[in-house]
């Protein structure tokens, strides 16, 4: 007891790494709810339309993934010029993510056009592909905004402003629940729109927060002290730093949300309620998995700012104190998935159809098995892969995701279900296994201990 409360207490222990991560778990917990319950919406409307709100959903983000990853990179910088006190360098980065955001958002809708044949690839059932497309078309037209957001909540997270991030996060997912059951059931003078009006909530609350990032961002305070009005020019030297580091953190998210989406349209070969189990059930994954991921954001801001101030040995013992307490959580969702299953499905088929819904009840029981196995190892990822990318060891992350995500999971569930026509279970055996291999393989980077010696600003 009296390690736990000092462990609690000292420089780098529980306290200080909870004091930057409530925030962001509570922020991050707020996404996964919007989706959750934007999910359950779509399952109480129709069996297609939660079938292919996720492989349309994911896919666009997937594409995102690539500019969010290094927008969401200025954080780093942040942090390490906020822990070396070069506070001047702060809002000029910033504003190269800025810019950055405006090629994301060119590529986003360069995609459009290609919408059709993208989900006839994937041999969907033709009324799931349609409102695949739909879906898929309104997201990429708004893709602007989720990025720039990501470069301007980097400020904040650097910062260690983490509290600004949650209360923006609130607003928008209060703001994006509210409309989705306006526009998807046509409630409240809104026109019933189904997925569509999915679609379109998801947009306005990424519009609200991009402007509500930027009004914070530019109040007197922040542009006095970090110049994020008088740094607003381009920056070739900067927004190449943020190139050569952010684009391999970006091009690792995508990476690996390509492999779980190419999973998830390989999936949807099996069968609609197969496709409509997967989709709930990494719905539900996200409770578990994106809490932590603030606590992740929050282990990468400690490391930078304690690299920047030239202290490795603090930041190896804020990992290992954030690596605790997500074990613990994770422990403790796990059970839940195992114990209480209903508790977590029963939501999504209460308005559906009772018999549409019952055999995607008992496929998620079983998926939720798996979930529970890999979300204890999932700590190992989101925790030592944050602090690797915290000090700027984003090359690595990157060849580790593609290695590992490729050779477990994609192939291997490729030949499972396309060429030997196995069962679903199958398919999530290789899903779980690539996930308890990449989190030993960033645990054993993290232990050699070649990131204490990374910079981005030197």
């Known amino acids: 007891m009296n390690m736990l409360r000092q462990r609690w207490s000292c420089d780098g222990g529980y306290y200080d790494v909870l004091k930057i991560a409530i925030p962001l778990i509570l922020a991050t917990g707020a996404y996964s709810v919007q989706h959750f319950i934007d999910r359950m919406f779509l399952t109480w409307y129709s069996p297609e339309a939660i079938a292919a709100s996720m492989p349309a959903s994911i896919l666009n983000f997937t594409l995102m993934s690539l500019f969010i990853g290094t927008a969401s990179y200025v954080s780093t910088f942040v942090a390490q010029y906020y822990g070396a006190g070069q506070c001047d360098y702060i809002g000029r980065i910033t504003w190269q993510g800025i810019y950055f955001s405006l090629i994301g958002m060119v590529v986003m809708l360069l995609f459009i056009p290609f919408s059709h044949s993208i989900f006839e690839l994937a041999g969907h059932a033709p009324e799931v592909q349609e409102l695949e497309n739909q879906y898929f078309v309104i997201l990429c037209l708004g893709g602007f905004f989720p990025i720039v957001s990501a470069a301007i909540s980097g400020l904040f997270a650097g910062l260690g402003r983490t ?11 209060g703001i994006n629940i509210i409309l989705d059951y306006a526009m998807i059931f046509g409630n409240f003078g809104f026109p019933e729109w189904g997925i569509r009006g999915a679609a379109v909530a998801t947009v306005i609350s990424s519009i609200v927060s991009t402007f509500l990032f ?18 607003r020019g381009f920056n070739r030297g900067l927004f190449g730093r943020l190139l050569n580091f952010g684009f391999p953190a970006g091009l690792q998210f995508f990476l690996d949300m390509l492999g779980f989406t190419l999973f998830i349209l390989l999936v949807g070969r099996i069968g609609k ?21 603030g606590l992740g954001i929050a282990i990468s801001v400690l ?14 013992f804020s990992t290992w104190s954030g690596t605790h307490i997500s074990f613990f959580y994770m422990l403790l969702v796990a059970i839940l998935f195992v114990a209480l299953p209903g508790l977590f499905l029963n939501p999504f088929g209460y308005e559906a159809d009772s018999a549409d819904f019952k055999p995607i009840f008992d496929y998620g029981v079983v998926l939720l098995r798996f979930i529970a196995l890999y979300c204890l190892f999932d700590t190992l990822n989101i925790t030592f892969a944050s602090a690797l990318k915290g000090a700027g060891d984003t090359r690595f992350v990157m060849k580790a995701i593609v ?34 291999l990449l989190g030993f393989v960033f645990l054993l980077r993290f232990l050699r201990g070649k990131w204490k010696t990374m910079s981005v600003i030197r």
Not at 163 to 173: P, Q, Y
Not at 274 to 286: D, G, K, P, R, Y
Not at 303 to 316: I, T
């Open 273 to 293: 309620v197969e496709l409509a189990a997967t989709n709930i059930a990494f719905n539900i994954n996200m409770l578990a998995f994106m809490p932590m991921t």
């Open 163 to 173: 509290w600004t991030l949650m209360w923006v996060n609130f607003a928008a997912t």
């Open 214 to 231: 930027l009004f914070l961002m530019l109040n007197r305070r922040y542009r006095k002290e970090f110049g994020t009005w008088s740094g």
């Open 403 to 436: 290695l590992v995500s490729w050779l477990v999971m994609v192939i291997p569930t490729y030949l499972a279900v396309v060429v030997f026509k196995q069962h679903l279970f199958v398919a999530w055996g290789f899903a779980t296994s690539y996930v308890v």
């Open 303 to 316: 490391v930078g700012q304690n690299l920047g101030n030239e202290d490795p040995k603090m930041a190896e």
